[in-house]
């Protein structure tokens, strides 16, 4: 899971968003609680809080 976290810190915006799309693709978010939290992080980091308030009230 660090190696995500710096990834999602440190790729650029483009392979990180490809990156959220193919999570929620896969519906991975349902099933790991933890990996939701980083990635509603990374999103609220890159300015996308429509998305990352959207992801929270999926809970």
Same mark, same amino acid.
């Given at each position: #899971? #660090?190696?995500?976290? @710096?990834?999602?810190?440190?790729?650029?915006?483009?392979? $990180?968003?490809?990156?959220?799309?193919? %999570? =929620?693709?896969?519906?991975?978010? =349902?099933?790991?609680?933890?990996?939701?939290?980083?990635? %509603?992080?990374?999103? %609220?980091?890159?300015?996308?809080?429509? @998305?990352?308030? $959207?992801?929270?009230?999926?809970?």
């Amino acid at each position: #899971m #660090m190696l995500l976290k @710096e990834y999602l810190h440190s790729s650029l915006e483009s392979s $990180r968003l490809a990156l959220f799309g193919d %999570i =929620q693709v896969h519906y991975v978010l =349902q099933d790991e609680p933890k990996l939701k939290k980083m990635v %509603i992080d990374a999103m %609220i980091h890159m300015k996308l809080y429509d @998305e990352a308030n $959207r992801l929270t009230k999926d809970c």
